[in-house]
């Protein structure tokens, strides 16, 4: 397959690297604690590797899987190392109590990240609306995604069918506030009764 690099060593970050590297990606973590990430990688295995947090990504798709409030700041950190690559942005900027959102319209996470990135750097927003422990589960389940540049977008979209999720396009970075929104109302329904174990899907009747 290919070489996928994630920035972070949180929940999400094993469950999208260890998903991946269960078909066929090799994973690259990259964390400001490097012993974390070597942790994941040994848990992971599959040849899954740890690079220097701020250096180059190996992989062609760059997952920033860290929270959101750090985002920006540690994409702006890696700078010129990040140009020719694909960013997928997971984050969901919750308030406090995650009844709504600390972004507003027109300047979601992953539009903030597209303006500290290089010139030229895709930005895709995917894997917000996925719970880490029903992402785990290596179920089939619906991946809402949206962001700018077709050819990133169709790329994000490819990865995304390797790991056995069905990639629905919902749109151009615009639309990434939305997909905010919908992280809001997949957590409204988790605490609500629905529990942890659900996912959002789209489905023709």
Same mark, same amino acid.
């Given at each position: 397959? =290919? =070489?996928?690099?994630?920035?972070?060593?949180?929940n999400?970050?094993?469950?999208? $690297?260890?998903?991946?590297? @269960? %078909? $066929? %990606? =090799? #994973?690259?973590?990259?964390?400001? @604690?490097?012993?974390?990430?070597?942790?994941?990688?040994?848990?992971?295995?599959? $040849?899954?590797?740890? +690079?220097?947090?701020?250096? *180059? !990504?190996?992989?062609?798709?760059?997952i920033? &899987?860290?929270?959101?409030? *750090? &985002?920006?700041?540690?994409? &702006? *950190?890696?700078?010129?190392?990040? =140009?020719?690559?694909?960013?997928?942005?997971?984050? @969901?900027?919750?308030?406090?109590?995650?009844?709504?959102?600390?972004?507003?319209?027109?300047?979601s996470?992953?539009?903030?990240?597209?303006?500290?990135? !290089?010139? +030229?750097? %895709?930005?895709?927003?995917?894997?917000?609306?996925?719970? %880490?422990?029903?992402? /785990?589960?290596?179920?089939?389940?619906?991946?809402?995604?949206?962001?700018?540049?077709?050819?990133?977008?169709? *790329?994000?979209?490819?990865?995304?069918?390797?790991?056995?999720?069905?990639?629905?396009d919902?749109? +151009?970075?615009?639309?990434?506030y939305?997909?905010?929104?919908?992280? #809001?109302?997949?957590?409204?329904?988790? @605490?609500? +009764?629905? $529990?942890f174990? #659900? /996912?959002?899907?789209?489905?023709?009747?």
């Amino acid at each position: 397959m =290919t =070489t996928i690099s994630i920035i972070g060593s949180g929940n999400m970050a094993r469950a999208i $690297g260890a998903r991946a590297a @269960n %078909h $066929g %990606h =090799t #994973i690259e973590f990259m964390s400001r @604690n490097t012993a974390k990430a070597q942790a994941l990688a040994d848990q992971i295995g599959n $040849g899954a590797t740890v +690079g220097t947090f701020g250096a *180059r !990504p190996a992989g062609d798709i760059v997952i920033v &899987a860290v929270l959101f409030a *750090r &985002a920006v700041d540690v994409v &702006a *950190r890696y700078g010129d190392a990040l =140009t020719g690559k694909i960013l997928v942005d997971i984050t @969901n900027p919750f308030n406090a109590d995650a009844s709504g959102l600390v972004t507003t319209e027109g300047n979601s996470v992953s539009q903030q990240i597209a303006a500290a990135a !290089p010139v +030229g750097v %895709h930005v895709v927003k995917a894997f917000n609306t996925i719970l %880490h422990d029903v992402l /785990a589960q290596e179920k089939p389940v619906d991946v809402f995604f949206a962001g700018d540049g077709p050819e990133a977008k169709a *790329r994000v979209a490819a990865f995304l069918e390797s790991l056995d999720m069905r990639p629905l396009d919902a749109g +151009g970075l615009a639309m990434t506030y939305v997909l905010e929104w919908a992280g #809001i109302l997949l957590v409204g329904l988790a @605490n609500n +009764g629905a $529990g942890f174990d #659900i /996912a959002l899907e789209a489905k023709a009747l």
